[in-house]
Structure formats: structure tokens, C-alpha cells
């Protein structure tokens, strides 16, 4: 899950936020940007492309302490949480990490988000549902979540926390040499750890198609524990630059792109998120915001109207967000959402929306792009293949 850079005219913003990593990024040379509300770095002085084949290498470190942190507490915690989602809330294991999409009554993306079940049998962990959501979407969220279910568990903001992402094929190699024990995480799964003497929350997950962890961790100790990963022979920092074409590469939705509140998740080639319990037929099918919309398409995809897919540029030519895709005759069927030449593969690659009848691997379209048509083929995604770790 990641989400969007905030447009507001500087004249008219609000004073920027700064994460606990601030100065941290400041003192490596990062240039800061606005993001989220947020003052953060969109790149080090390596560059881009070089902290993006870095992450795909070794270990890529991002502050991602903008996005939101906050747990539900109590015995019905799962269930009210699941009436907001299309998801199984209820049998998720103690230790598990499952993504959601908080859905509007229309059945469209009001957010992506990643929550943990922490109903640990050890009662002294302190049990609860932990979920982090996108900083963009952040007070937006919390206000749902409280307005919808906050008479039914309590709803506890976790503002004191920073959140950090270390990603890479040597991720691994480097937490557990500060945290022993964490290599025996798997894909999707936490526990709390002492890294570098700091308290943290670690998740085997992250949002790059790489196997890493995210790791939360009060505000108080995040510059300690950033210092001791960027002590470390395979890490090295990385911005929200390399954030988005890494995930683009591995496939995965910008929130604000390629999902908003006016996508379904069936559209956005989601389906793999809705478990079949939640489903047509299954013991607690429906009751989520949205449920007769998302049955209808799960069961009858003949009904939609545009599908989310992968593309590959045939000439090396970048398409960019927003720029329109025509059939090879000339016939406007949709719009590209997220766009870039793909490091890892030296290729421009996108995603977008097109009607249905374009959407099969290899179909040809066209981007315009200042006007002049650039071939495009539909694409399996992801176009990197993903190297999570599942044991």
C-alpha cells in the first residue's frame, strides 16, 4: 500500500509536517519534497536509479513514518473491523498480517491498508487488531473507522510511532543481525522485537515486490534505530521516488492513482484480497459497504465496464499518469494511472483502465503521448517477479 504526493498550491498549504527522520534525511542529503502533508525525501544523492537497483540488490531503507498507525481494542474488534472490509477480519491467526480495502457504500476504495492480528496468547503482548493506513487518506480514515465501529471496540491512534520499511534481498541479513530471531518471520507475519535496543513492531512485508520488513517503532527511538540499519554493509537510504517505481515493477496500487474511492476492488483486479467466506456462498458472505455492488461483479464480471492492467511500451518512450489510451484504430478505451521507465527491466512500464475487450495479455493499444500515438501491450504483471519470503 502507498499513497500520493498532496497537490495543494504551496500559497495555500498548511506548514508541512516532519517526521521523526527529519533532520536524518536532511543531514544524508536528501532532496525533501511535500508528500502527504509531510516533508519528505523523494531522493539521496545517489539518484533514483541507483537507490532502486539498490533495494532490488541488497537493502533499501524508506521512512514511511507519514502513514498512519492505530489499533482496535477489544473482543469485538475483529467483527466490527470486518464490517468495514471485504475481508476475512474473524479467522485471521494471532501473528498474521492480511491487506484490506476500506470500502464507501458504493463499493469504491476509500483506502488500502495493512492490519495484523496481535491477539497474542500471552495476554501481558497486550492483544489487539494493529492497522496501518495511508498518511494521504490518514485523518480521513480514523474518522471513519470511529464514526462506523468506535461504539463497538475502541479505537486508539498511535501518533507517537514512526514507521520504517527495510527492503532488499539482504533485508533479512541485516535485521536479524540486530534482532536474532526475526529471519523466522515468514511473508505477512510480526512480532514484537528488540532492534538495536529499540521496541519495535516488525512485519515480514512492504510494498516493493521484495522480501523485507516494516518496522514500527516509537518516534522517541526511530533515529536510533535508523542510524544502526544505515550502519549496516548492505543498507543503504532510499526515497519515495524508488518507493513508487519499485512498486509499480512488482505490480502493486498507488492509492489516488490506480485505486480511489471511485474504483471497486473487481475492477481494480483485486479479487485476490476478498476471501471466499466474504464471497457469493461463503458463511459470512456480504455485510461490507458496497457488498451487493462487489457480489454482483465478483459473480458476473461480464458486468464491468473496465479493467485494471499491465502495460509495456514497444518503443522507449516513458507514458506517464494520465495520458489516454486508444485502440489501434483509434478509438478512445481508457487511461494510463501510473507510469515510468521500469529500472529494473529498462523498459517503460505502466498500469491503467481499459474496457474489458482490451484487456487480454498482448493486446495491442496506443498511448497518446503529446498527441503522437506510442505503442503499448498489455502485460502480465507483476513485471519483476516478486521475491517475497513464505518459509
Given amino acids: 500500500m502507498s499513497d500520493t504526493p498532496s497537490h495543494a498550491p504551496a500559497a495555500t498549504a498548511a506548514p508541512l509536517l516532519k517526521t521523526p527522520l527529519h533532520d536524518l534525511h536532511v543531514e544524508l542529503g536528501a532532496r525533501m519534497v511535500p508528500f502527504a502533508g509531510y516533508s519528505m525525501p523523494v531522493q539521496y544523492p545517489a ?15 524508506f521512512d514511511v513514518s507519514h ?54 496468547a500471552d495476554a501481558a503482548n497486550g492483544g489487539d487488531i494493529f492497522i496501518i493506513v495511508n498518511g494521504a487518506c490518514k485523518v480521513g480514515d480514523i474518522a471513519h473507522i ?66 523485507g520488513f516494516e518496522i514500527s517503532v516509537p518516534a522517541a527511538q526511530a533515529d536510533t534505530l535508523a542510524r544502526a540499519l544505515l550502519a549496516q554493509p548492505e543498507v543503504k537510504p532510499v526515497g519515495l521516488g524508488a518507493r513508487n517505481s519499485l512498486r509499480l515493477e512488482a505490480g502493486l496500487c498507488l492509492y489516488g492513482n490506480d485505486i480511489d474511492t471511485t474504483t471497486t476492488p473487481v475492477e481494480a483486479g483485486l479479487n485476490w ?3 471466499k467466506v466474504r464471497r457469493t456462498g461463503g458463511a459470512r458472505a456480504g455485510g461490507f459497504p458496497g457488498a451487493a455492488t462487489i457480489l454482483a461483479q465478483l459473480d458476473n464480471p461480464a458486468t464491468l465496464t473496465r479493467k485494471r492492467v499491465g502495460l509495456i511500451a514497444l518503443e522507449r518512450i516513458p507514458v506517464r499518469d494520465h495520458t489516454a489510451l486508444h485502440s489501434t484504430d483509434g478509438a478512445p478505451i481508457g487511461e494510463v494511472t501510473s507510469g515510468l521507465l521500469g529500472p529494473s527491466i529498462n523498459q517503460p512500464v505502466a498500469m491503467g483502465y ?26 502480465a504483471m507483476p513485471f519483476v517477479p516478486t521475491r517475497y519470503y513464505r518459509g
Fill in 47 to 61: 539518484g533514483l536509479m541507483a537507490e532502486h537497483l539498490h533495494t532490488r540488490a541488497a537493502a533499501g531503507l
Fill in 67 to 120: 502513514m498512519g498507525q492505530l489499533r482496535l481494542v477489544g473482543p469485538a474488534a475483529a467483527a466490527a473491523l470486518e464490517s468495514l472490509l471485504p475481508v476475512d477480519v474473524i479467522d485471521l491467526a494471532p501473528g498474521k498480517q492480511r491487506y484490506g480495502l476500506l470500502l464507501n457504500d458504493e463499493g469504491g476504495i476509500i483506502d488500502d491498508l495493512m492490519f495484523v492480528n496481535r491477539n497474542y
Fill in 146 to 211: 470511529q464514526e462506523k465501529i468506535g461504539h463497538l471496540c475502541n479505537v486508539i491512534p498511535l501518533p507517537d510511532l514512526a514507521l520504517l520499511a527495510l527492503q532488499g534481498p539482504e533485508a533479512v541479513t541485516t535485521l536479524q543481525r540486530l534482532a536474532p530471531g526475526v529471519e523466522q518471520l515468514v511473508f505477512m507475519s510480526g512480532g514484537r522485537f528488540t532492534v538495536a535496543g529499540c521496541d519495535c513492531f516488525v512485519t515480514r512485508s512492504g510494498y516493493t515486490g521484495e522480501d
Fill in 273 to 275: 484480497a476478498i476471501q
Fill in 354 to 379: 481499459v474496457a474489458p475487450e482490451f484487456a487480454a495479455i498482448g493486446t495491442r493499444v496506443n498511448a497518446l503521448v503529446r498527441g503522437k500515438p506510442v505503442a503499448m501491450q498489455v502485460a
